[in-house]
């Protein structure tokens, strides 16, 4: 366990009123990939923020990269490197200019640049597109560029702030395969999502909800905090056999998607053969009946419900 | 029922100069159906919507939206549909019932059938009592609501909702697609435009757009199960990255890739591979912890069908 890289301890932020992060502890180990998930406002940014040293808590401790974030916050950007949503390239400046310029900031010797910069170009796809303006590159590019020049120097944590919002999903494989190599590589990699299905491509998360941690772990072990499984139905009429099976024994919620309905049910080995039956005695028409995996979402929406907070929809 | 067709598209082209955003699209959806329209940003999704409200002339081709037809008969067609956005501003200094009465403006909603409307979003929307309350002051789920609630003030019989639950909370979220559902069924056809896999699961039925095109059309679960040539894999072992790195040159193994802790892997045929690729990783020195087949997800199925129509671009 001495491979930790990141150690966050009771972290809190206040902006006036509102408590953009409460009490947030988590770690994060050499060659991990970390994911901080959770929807629109639940303080993501803010605990990337803290992390990198631009924003101090309020209350908490962190230690990134063998730095003491709060007390010395200048020593850990040297050693982190840290891609805000908003990455600041220059759009009149070509690929190859933009990476350069971040190796001027970064003081990258002359040595290491060269090798560096093909090697980036390499792993992200990009060397045909060099002398191309950063202006004229597609939003996955773009976020690929940011990330290239965010690595030029060689950084021991790396935090990425929402990298594939609004990026397709062809594109957005090839940033994960990029995240996947660093971590290989030995980096520790931190990185935010509100995509809860990209939760699954971590291998430990931080499920976030209004500034507070809802569950840190391995997705296996997120997924086994919903008790019972899930079962889907297909059929002609989802919600007419959603409407139905509410009212059945066992189960806990249903809900209706494309041409099937999701069941949280608490046994699923015994209320199968009783949903069978009771279905088929309604005369509704159904296909396929099958247990599946539990979806991250589906888990949130148990968490939150079962730790009883108040979510957006319960508060006016 | 569901035999109405309420939105004809046939060999729908739209250019711009040398561009072309949409490129013969055609697709027809039922009365009180759920469409989809899923593609990445910049693939024709907002560009098809645009025409099909009336606001944009096509190119080229046809496109009728409960009978009218969008280039000729623009004012009717605008008249009988409904529009929402997750980015789609209300008023935030604006009170609720401000809200609602300005857009109730916009849509021609007069008289008594004011009243019986704005009570009625009042109450899909759970804001009952909540009418003066500061709009900006409204959490996303309610604002969501109540945007839904000005976007049908006027009883249209086709919704459109662009990305309308991207990065809403879930729970949120859940609530406001079992609102669109019942509509559904109260006969408002609903065509959503999305570039989230998970929005775009919601949906009855669902159209891929990439690069202007469709490439794909059908039910969901049809789609992932017809776009996939061979089979998914899940693989769990470690070294993880020794392991990545034979399955690559495995036979039968058509791509291999990190997903989470455990490996994705397209092969031939799953039967086949369960029983060969045990053995061969060990031989290799990876100790394989589990192996099994896995069915693909709509974004497994996007990346096919759109790597296809890329490389036969090409």
Known sequence: MNDVVVRAEGLTKRFGQLVAVDNLSFSAQRGEILGIVGPDGSGKSTALRMLAGVLAPDIGEMEVAGADVVGNPEQVKSRISYMPQHFGLYEDLTVIQNIRFYADIFEVSSADRRRREQQLLDASGMSAFRGRLAGQLSGGMKRKLGIACALIHTPQVLLLDEPTTGVDPVSRRELWAILYSLAFEGVAVIVSTAYLDEAERCQRLLLMHRGRSLFFGTPVELKRTLPGGMLSIAGADPRAIQRLVISFEGVVSAMAMGDTVHLVVDDTARRTPEILAQLSASGLVFGEVKEIAPAVEDVFVYAVSEQGLETSSADA | ?314
């Open chain 2, 1 to 314: 029922m569901h035999n109405d067709v309420s939105i004809v598209v046939d060999g729908l082209v739209k250019r711009f100069g040398r561009f072309t955003a949409v490129d013969h699209v055609n697709f027809q959806i039922h009365r009180g159906e759920i469409f989809g329209l899923l593609g990445p940003n910049g693939s024709g999704k907002s560009t098809t919507i645009r025409m099909l409200c009336g606001l944009l002339t096509p190119t080229e081709g046809t496109a009728r939206v409960v009978g009218y037809d969008v280039s000729s008969q623009a004012e009717e067609v605008r008249q009988h549909i409904g529009y929402m956005s997750q980015k789609f501003s209300l008023y935030n200094d604006l009170r609720v019932i401000e809200n609602l009465r300005f857009f109730a403006g916009l849509y021609g909603v007069k008289g008594a059938l004011l009243s019986e409307r704005i009570a009625w979003a009042l109450r899909m929307a759970g804001l009952s009592g909540g009418e003066h309350r500061l709009t900006g002051e409204l959490s996303g789920g309610w604002k969501q609501r109540l945007a839904l609630g000005c976007a049908v003030l006027h009883r249209p019989q086709v919704l459109f909702l662009d990305e309308p639950t991207a990065g809403v909370d879930p729970l949120s979220r859940r609530d406001f697609w079992e609102l669109i559902h019942e509509m559904s069924a109260d006969g408002v056809t609903i065509l959503v435009t999305t570039h989230y896999m998970d929005e775009a699961e919601y949906c009855n039925r669902l159209a891929l757009i990439e690069a202007g095109r469709i490439v794909a059309t059908g039910a969901p679960s049809d789609i992932k199960q017809s776009a996939i040539r061979g089979d998914l894999i899940l693989v769990d072992c470690t070294p993880l990255g020794r392991g990545l790195e034979a399955l690559r040159h495995a036979p039968g193994v058509h791509d291999a890739s990190v997903f989470g802790a455990a490996l994705h892997l397209v092969v031939d045929a799953a039967e086949d591979s369960l029983k060969y690729l045990p053995e061969y990783l060990t031989s290799l020195g990876v100790s394989v912890h589990r192996i099994e087949p896995i069915s693909p997800s709509l974004e497994d199925a996007f990346v096919e069908l759109t790597a296809k129509g890329r490389s036969s671009a090409n």
